[in-house]
Nanobody, 125 residues
Framework: QVWVVQSGGGSVQPGESLTLSCKPSGFLVEDSAIGWFRQAPGKEREGIACSSNDNSPTFYEELVKGRFTISRDNPKNTVYLQMNSLKSEDTAEYFC??????????????????WGQGTPVTVSS
């Protein structure tokens, strides 16, 4: 069986940090491109970051660049999204997704094979 489990998230105040985890079962993160997405209430799901598996630079959407960081821990088969200097506008449901295969650059959203269950992030004072 194949699935992706997310953990982390929660409620924080502006300026604080959170780390999200994305751990697949049934395949290896090193065999996948991993994308992070978020969906705020009433808005469409948007891609915010992507890590391919061919040593291409990690992609960050402009609104999170410099604040969010993707890292991979292959022995733990886990990918993390470190989120620093959080803002109220970062409030959303966050999803990770995996696209199997060798990727140079980020897959299109429809090319992701497996999605995590989502985890809420609330940034509020």
């Amino acid at each position: 069986q194949v699935w992706v489990v997310q953990s982390g998230g929660g409620s924080v105040q502006p300026g604080e940090s959170l780390t999200l985890s994305c751990k697949p079962s049934g395949f290896l993160v090193e065999d996948s491109a991993i994308g992070w997405f978020r969906q705020a209430p009433g808005k469409e799901r948007e891609g915010i970051a992507c890590s391919s598996n061919d040593n291409s630079p990690t992609f960050y959407e402009e609104l999170v660049k410099g604040r969010f960081t993707i890292s991979r821990d292959n022995p733990k088969n886990t990918v993390y999204l470190q989120m620093n200097s959080l803002k109220s506008e970062d409030t959303a449901e966050y999803f990770c997704a995996a696209a199997l295969g060798r990727w140079s650059g980020c897959p299109e959203i429809h090319e992701y094979n497996y999605w995590g269950q989502g985890t809420p992030v609330t940034v509020s004072s």
